[in-house]
């Protein structure tokens, strides 16, 4: 049998759909798998040894040079890779009209949602068969995928989400000395989803008390900014014995790099970004910090040690942050004695 998975962004999506993988390997052994994905999210894909091709996208960068020769080029390359062998079934979890039209392109037959369930409900005409969901759109990613592909090829998932991603542990350079180090991700997309500064200075703070160097990552010129503002207050708490325990990464990395650096890391704290989830299905202990979204929409169920918390509108305090800290890490420390530099609330 072989399957394509239509799953194309984004990262915290593509991070979702993964245990679909486990699930078809476990159902029809020798199953023959390929992924159809951006370009830019390809590194975590590859990363699966249960996906046999991934068949990349570039449709965000080729709608930048729509009339240039070469983006004709791919495009044409593109569809003669994608149509290059039939397939036994075309599962678009995605439910976008995007992601349903392109996947029209390959040989087989088309599943998906139904125009209820669909994230965009035009995506449903484009499809062989449809599949009704009782929860429809408010259902958890995770357990959204897993039951689209289990409808599709008739099985049962019957083992938790597996996520199977293997990465090599890599301990940036950048990073100087010995110490473990937690990756902080302060920065999203979606301002309603921050966190205030105040609290990840005091947080990063109380990491370095604890002997942990902090690393913030960012992907853009102001995540940067922000990035390099919070290291520099953190590092100012502790005067000249605080150089160098906050780091900023030096530049903006690819995937393929920050997964090795999130399964070399001691933990990992973020807000609802698709970093933070890749750091969890690597393995790596994470803390969720919801804001402006609600944990009941993901129910991420990690590889490794997780706890969320706040919800949207209800961001949590410092101390219930390092609470669950102490919790994903195993350390018996009462909240009321952990101390704190700068306003907890």
Same mark, same amino acid.
């Given at each position: 049998?072989?399957?394509?998975?239509?799953?194309?962004?984004?990262?915290?999506?593509?991070?979702?759909?993964?245990?679909?993988?486990?699930?078809?390997?476990?159902?029809?052994?020798?199953?023959?798998?390929?992924?159809?994905?951006?370009?830019?999210?390809?590194?975590?894909?590859?990363?699966?040894?249960?996906?046999?091709?991934?068949?990349?996208?570039?449709?965000?960068?080729?709608?930048?040079?729509?009339?240039?020769?070469?983006?004709?080029?791919?495009?044409?390359?593109?569809?003669?890779?994608?149509?290059?062998?039939?397939?036994?079934?075309?599962?678009?979890?995605?439910?976008?009209?995007?992601?349903?039209?392109?996947?029209?392109?390959?040989?087989?037959?088309?599943?998906?949602?139904?125009?209820?369930?669909?994230?965009?409900?035009?995506?449903?005409?484009?499809?062989?068969?449809?599949?009704?969901?009782?929860?429809?759109?408010?259902?958890?990613?995770?357990?959204?995928?897993?039951?689209?592909?289990?409808?599709?090829?008739?099985?049962?998932?019957?083992?938790?989400?597996?996520?199977?991603?293997?990465?090599?542990?890599? $301990?940036?350079?950048? #990073?100087? @000395?010995?110490?473990?180090?937690?990756? =902080?991700? !302060? /920065?999203? %997309?979606?301002?309603?989803?921050?966190?205030?500064?105040? $609290?990840?200075?005091? #947080?990063? @703070?109380?990491?370095?008390?604890?002997? =942990?160097? !902090? /690393?913030? %990552?960012?992907?853009?010129?102001?995540?940067?900014?922000?990035?390099?503002?919070?290291?520099?207050?953190?590092?100012?708490?502790?005067?000249?014995?605080?150089?160098?325990?906050?780091?900023?990464?030096?530049?903006?990395?690819?995937?393929?790099?920050?997964?090795?650096?999130?399964?070399?890391?001691?933990?990992?704290?973020?807000?609802?970004?698709?970093?933070?989830?890749?750091?969890?299905?690597?393995?790596?202990?994470?803390?969720?910090?919801?804001?402006?979204?609600?944990?009941?929409?993901?129910?991420?169920?990690?590889?490794?040690?997780?706890?969320?918390?706040?919800?949207?509108?209800?961001?949590?305090?410092?101390?219930?942050?390092?609470?669950?800290?102490?919790?994903?890490?195993?350390?018996?420390?009462?909240?009321?004695?952990?101390?704190?530099?700068?306003?907890?609330?």
């Amino acid at each position: 049998m072989r399957v394509l998975l239509v799953k194309t962004s984004s990262m915290g999506d593509i991070v979702h759909a993964l245990p679909v993988v486990a699930d078809l390997h476990a159902a029809f052994p020798g199953i023959h798998i390929e992924w159809l994905v951006e370009e830019a999210y390809m590194p975590i894909v590859q990363a699966h040894p249960g996906v046999e091709n991934v068949i990349p996208i570039a449709l965000r960068r080729w709608r930048k040079n729509l009339l240039h020769p070469e983006t004709r080029n791919q495009w044409r390359a593109f569809v003669h890779a994608l149509r290059a062998r039939p397939f036994d079934a075309i599962i678009d979890l995605q439910g976008l009209v995007k992601s349903a039209v392109i996947a029209r392109l390959a040989r087989g037959p088309h599943l998906g949602l139904s125009w209820a369930s669909s994230r965009e409900a035009l995506a449903s005409i484009f499809y062989d068969r449809r599949m009704q969901t009782p929860l429809g759109r408010t259902e958890a990613a995770v357990q959204r995928y897993r039951q689209l592909a289990s409808w599709a090829l008739g099985y049962t998932p019957s083992a938790p989400p597996l996520f199977g991603l293997h990465v090599c542990a890599t $301990r940036p350079g950048w #990073l100087h @000395g010995h110490r473990p180090y937690v990756v =902080l991700l !302060s /920065a999203t %997309a979606k301002e309603r989803k921050l966190w205030a500064e105040e $609290r990840w200075v005091a #947080l990063a @703070g109380w990491l370095r008390e604890q002997g =942990l160097v !902090s /690393a913030f %990552a960012w992907g853009n010129a102001s995540e940067r900014a922000r990035a390099e503002r919070l290291a520099t207050r953190v590092n100012a708490l502790a005067g000249e014995d605080g150089e160098g325990l906050a780091h900023v990464a030096p530049e903006a990395f690819g995937l393929d790099v920050w997964m090795g650096v999130l399964k070399a890391a001691h933990l990992v704290v973020g807000v609802d970004t698709g970093l933070l989830y890749l750091g969890a299905a690597v393995g790596t202990p994470a803390v969720a910090i919801y804001a402006g979204s609600s944990p009941h929409s993901v129910e991420f169920e990690s590889s490794g040690p997780w706890r969320s918390l706040g919800d949207d509108g209800k961001p949590p305090d410092v101390h219930a942050v390092m609470e669950a800290v102490g919790s994903v890490l195993g350390w018996a420390v009462p909240p009321a004695l952990l101390p704190v530099h700068g306003p907890a609330h």
